[in-house]
């Protein structure tokens, strides 16, 4: 029992180490400098994987945009965590997003290459961007006005189920 107190206690501590040198300071998308062109949507995403993006439609990243209060869709402070696509593509578009919600771009990265490259059959370059820490953190941080604890570890695990 102490043991997993202090397993826990030492998350917490990491996690708060970590947002205090990650300050503010939020992108827009882990992938800018890409286009829209670049993106393909959830929708093109389940025809492969239909299991995975089922358990995805189930979770709050797949109603993100729902969450935002009509002025917080425009401009840059809100929007670019409740939206899939490169920063600028979001600005321009305003409240309304060629993609919205949180969809498996946001996470993996544009799928263009990786979609082109699976449905040409080189499996070797149909792989999408790993998904670390940073990649969860630069939304769920303390910019956010209903910031939780982050807790990585713990969650990583829910994202798909």
């Not at 699976?118 to 006005?145: M, V």
Request: aromatic share 6%; with cysteine.
């Amino acid at each position: 029992m102490a043991r997993s107190f202090m397993v826990l206690l030492s998350g917490v501590l990491f996690v708060t180490a970590f947002a205090a040198r990650h300050p503010a300071s939020v992108t827009l998308s882990a992938t800018s400098p890409q286009t829209m062109a670049d993106y393909v949507g959830a929708d093109t995403c389940k025809d492969c994987h239909g299991e995975v993006f089922q358990a995805w439609s189930r979770t709050k990243h797949a109603r993100a945009l729902m969450k935002l209060q009509p002025a917080d869709r425009i401009g840059g402070k809100c929007i670019g965590c409740h939206v899939t696509g490169p920063a600028e593509a979001i600005l321009a578009e305003g409240d309304t997003p060629t993609h919205p919600n949180v969809q498996c771009e946001s996470c993996h990265g544009p799928g263009k290459r990786h979609v082109d490259a699976a449905r040409g059959g080189d499996a070797s370059n149909a792989r999408t961007a790993a998904i670390a820490e940073t990649t969860c953190t630069r939304c769920h941080n303390e910019t956010s006005p209903y910031y939780k604890p982050f807790y990585y570890q713990a969650m990583v695990g829910l994202v798909h189920r």
